[in-house]
């Protein structure tokens, strides 16, 4: 993913992603090895338990693993890649207004990197963790 900021966007970057993109997802912080992503909150992203559902917090895990190692500075060709494995560990639960994924790459060889992240409700409260395999596509 080329770091593409949108004219007028402020600290916004092109996810180029429909997936992400359709959930709300956005980048606010995005350079090599580091990435922080935003997802406002919607009644459709709890469970039964009216708390955030384990498949939306995943989701982040996923985006922000796999984010941090893709960063491109403008006029680089964009990375791709894939997840091999992610595991998350979920802390704490409940709601709020805003999910905030931070992703970072612990590790990188030619084809594979190792990251991890974090999940937080509101800034406050740190809900999950993961840690992630992914691998690059040529």
């Known amino acids: 993913m080329e770091a593409v900021k949108p004219e007028g966007e402020g600290e916004e970057y092109c996810l180029d992603n429909p997936?992400?993109?359709?959930?709300?997802?956005?980048?606010?912080?995005?350079?090599?090895?580091?990435?922080?992503?935003?997802?406002p909150l919607a009644p459709n992203m709890l469970n039964r338990s009216r708390v955030v559902h384990g498949g939306t917090i995943c989701t982040l895990l996923d985006a922000a693993t796999g984010?941090?190692?893709?960063?491109?500075?403008?006029?680089?060709?964009?990375?791709?890649?894939?997840?091999?494995?992610?595991?998350?560990?979920?802390?704490?639960?409940?709601?709020?207004?805003?999910?905030?994924?931070k992703g970072m790459v612990d590790r990188r060889g030619r084809s594979i990197f190792f990251s991890r992240a974090e999940v937080w409700l509101d800034g406050e409260l740190l809900v999950a963790t993961g840690v992630a395999t992914m691998k690059y596509l040529k």
């Open 67 to 101: 984010y941090s190692g893709l960063y491109s500075a403008p006029g680089e060709a964009p990375r791709h890649a894939v997840t091999l494995s992610l595991t998350s560990n979920f802390l704490s639960n409940g709601t709020g207004k805003l999910l905030t994924a």
């Open 19 to 39: 997936a992400l993109e359709s959930i709300g997802v956005r980048i606010t912080q995005w350079r090599d090895d580091y990435v922080e992503l935003e997802l």
